[in-house]
């Protein structure tokens, strides 16, 4: 069998105590020990050859070393907890010049200058607490077609069903529509909570997003944002009920984007949300 640096390396379980690495749950630390289930995360990203990959909260580095065994160029990992950097660090050793770590909040991570030239690909076991806003961001607050190449990531399994829901699922919703606009999302496989430290109270899944070429239809992102919060904000309501907080007569809005005023938000489809952005934007 061929060497790989992973082999000159201590197990994870040992670095968790060498460094003192007890989870916390502040910053929504669990673990995944296990190698093998870590690399079938990286190659769910594709191949990571010729990639820069960010890595959202690495902590002792199980997914880093996957993400280096399966071939990425550079891994850069964006980190909250100083405590892991020495772990992270001997990894860096183990791969020269392949591994960049950020000791830093990756809620206020500037990407685009952290992503560099090189294409990129993030993939992240997101700390819960802090995954849809990252996630949100990375679908919304950047120039499109975007720096990622793809998204791979690991949510709740209840959040992971938001985001992939189709109009007509009970969890479809405003996450659903933001993030399918654009982009084609896709729930690859569950995780049980036994596969990590400590085990959380509940099922994990990965989704795999990829921007589109074409959008579902074009409209203004900020216009969206508006149009799903209002509607969803009241999902029970009617649209001509749930969209007054907009401002304008909702009534014309609603028709103009060939809608019926008696809809309720959830029998919107994504194109559906698209046409009152517009709409509403002028
Ligand atoms: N990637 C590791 C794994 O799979 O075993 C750890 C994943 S754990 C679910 C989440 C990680 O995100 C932790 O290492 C935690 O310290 C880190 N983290 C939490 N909040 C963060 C933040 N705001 N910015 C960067 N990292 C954060």
Redesign the pocket.
């Known amino acids: 069998m061929t060497q790989s640096p992973n082999d000159n390396l201590p197990r994870?379980s040992e670095v968790i105590d060498r460094h003192g690495l007890s989870a916390?749950k502040s910053?929504?630390?669990?673990?995944?020990?296990d190698l093998n289930l870590?690399r079938r995360?990286a190659r769910t990203a594709g191949p990571l050859a010729g990639f820069t990959v960010i890595?959202?909260?690495?902590?002792?580095?199980?997914?880093?070393r996957a993400l280096l065994m399966e071939g990425a160029d550079k891994v850069v990992a964006?980190?909250?907890?100083e405590r892991?950097l020495p772990a992270l660090a001997e990894i860096a050793s183990a791969w020269p010049e392949r591994l960049t770590v950020i000791s830093?909040?990756?809620?206020t991570?500037d990407w685009q200058t952290i992503a560099g030239k090189a294409p990129v690909k993030i993939v992240?076991?997101?700390?819960?607490?802090?995954a849809t806003p990252l996630l949100t961001g990375w679908l919304t607050k950047h120039p499109w077609p975007p720096f990622w190449s793809s998204l791979t990531l690991?949510f709740q399994k209840e959040v992971a069903h938001r985001i992939c829901a189709d109009v007509g699922d009970n969890a479809y919703g405003r996450l659903s529509v933001i993030s399918q606009w654009r982009c084609d999302a896709i729930r690859m496989f569950d995780v049980s909570p036994k596969a990590?430290?400590p085990a959380p109270k509940v099922t994990s899944s990965i989704i795999h997003i990829t921007p589109r070429t074409e959008p579902i239809a074009d409209c203004d992102v900020a216009a969206l944002e508006k149009v799903t919060a209002a509607a969803f904000g009241q999902r029970r309501k009617m649209l001509r009920s749930s969209l007054k907080t907009l401002g304008s007569d909702p009534t014309t809005l609603i028709t103009e984007a060939g809608l019926e005023p008696t809809m309720r938000a959830e029998e919107v489809d994504v194109a559906g949300f698209c046409r009152l952005a517009k709409v509403l934007s002028g």
């Not at 959202?56 to 880093?64: C, Q, S």
């Not at 830093?104 to 809620?107: E, K, Q, S, T």
């Not at 992240?124 to 802090?130: D, E, R, V």
């Open positions: 994870l916390k910053l929504g630390q669990n673990f995944l020990l870590t995360i890595e959202v909260g690495p902590g002792p580095g199980g997914l880093t964006v980190e909250r907890d892991a830093g909040d990756a809620l991570a992240a076991n997101l700390p819960y607490n802090i690991m990590f430290t």
